[in-house]
Each structure stands twice: as C-alpha cells, then as structure tokens.
C-alpha cells in the first residue's frame, strides 16, 4: 500500500516538472526564397508588413544561420512586430556600425522592458530581451549617428516556447489527497474469494 501511495506521488511531482518545462522557437526565415515582404502571420508573428527579407550577398548584412536575414521597411527609428503574449528572448543582428539598436517591450500597450543597446557588425551579434515576462508587442528601436534609419538586419528572432502550464501547489494537494483516499477506500473492500 505504502508503496502505491509513493508511486502516486512520484507520478504527480513528474507531471509538475514536466508542465513547467519550456522550449525555445526561433523563427529563422530559411525556408523563404529570394527576397520580398515578410507576410503578416509568418512565424505566428503579425509583422505590420514593415519588415522584408533577402538572402543576397552583402559583406555587413550577414546572416546568423543559413542565407535569409529581415530588415525594415519603414523608414523611421522604430519598427515592430507583435505576437500572442510570450517571453521573448531576442534576435541577432548585423549591419554597419553607426547605429544602435534596442528592444522596447510592450505587454497591453503598456511599456514593461528595454534592452540594452547593440551596435551591429558584420559578424552577426545576439541581443538578448533582459526581460523575463511575458511581452505582445516587440518594437526594434534604432538611434542612428548619421541622419540614416534602418541600417541593420535581424535573423534568428528568439522567443520561449509556450509550455503546458504547471499545475498549481494546490491542484497537485487536491490530486494526492484524491489518489489517496482512492487507495484507502480500495484497501477496505473485502477481498473476493474465488470458488
């Protein structure tokens, strides 16, 4: 008995720390071809058809993985893109280096984060959200040095997967307390007695 009582609980505590672990997504635009206008709903992302993408060649414009990179078409400071609420991670980045780029996080229209601030280069550079909590809105804001905006390229956009929640500390009570009076109320049948 005692230890069906200890099984119960250690499938129980398996489930808490499966439910709580989670998984990064990247979107990494390899599967586009050529160049053209990033679509809104790529990715899961509404990208507010601001953003296009191009696997040429260009020495200061390099890709993190395979040949594809997005870029900006809007031209001012700030560009963005929004997404179901998640914890977004970052992007790397490469272009000419003078100008700088941050993340500004929203959540509700509300401004929750910035990052800090990253200078491209022609070796691709991650730049990491600083921010844990959850964000629906991710807008790239660039200051430049000369007069000139959207001088960068963004590759391998990086967010935390969406896990199955962990159940709450009193969720799992509930289910050990009804695991165990399923187990006492079995224990006090008469066993069956076999002619």
Request: net charge negative.
């Amino acid at each position: 008995m005692r230890i069906r009582i200890t099984v119960v609980a250690c499938a129980l505590l398996c489930c808490a720390f499966v439910g709580s672990s989670a998984y990064a997504d990247v979107i990494n635009f390899d599967d586009l071809v050529g160049a053209g206008k990033l679509p809104d709903g790529y990715g899961g992302v509404n990208w507010h058809d601001g953003w296009a993408y191009f696997d040429l060649f260009h020495p200061n414009y390099t890709p993190k993985s395979g040949t594809q990179r997005i870029y900006p078409t809007h031209l001012h400071a700030d560009n963005s893109f929004d997404v179901e609420p998640i914890v977004f991670q970052g992007a790397w980045f490469s272009g000419p280096t003078f100008t700088t780029v941050n993340f500004l996080l929203y959540l509700d229209h509300a401004l929750v984060a910035t990052s800090a601030g990253l200078s491209p280069s022609d070796v691709p550079t991650f730049l990491p959200s600083g921010y844990s909590g959850l964000v629906d809105r991710i807008v790239v804001h660039e200051t430049d040095h000369n007069g000139l905006t959207n001088y960068y390229t963004m590759d391998d956009v990086t967010f935390d997967g969406t896990p199955v929640p962990a159940p709450e500390p009193a969720t799992l009570s509930l289910l050990a307390a009804a695991a165990i009076g399923l187990l006492a109320r079995n224990r006090r049948r008469p066993p069956v007695r076999r002619i």
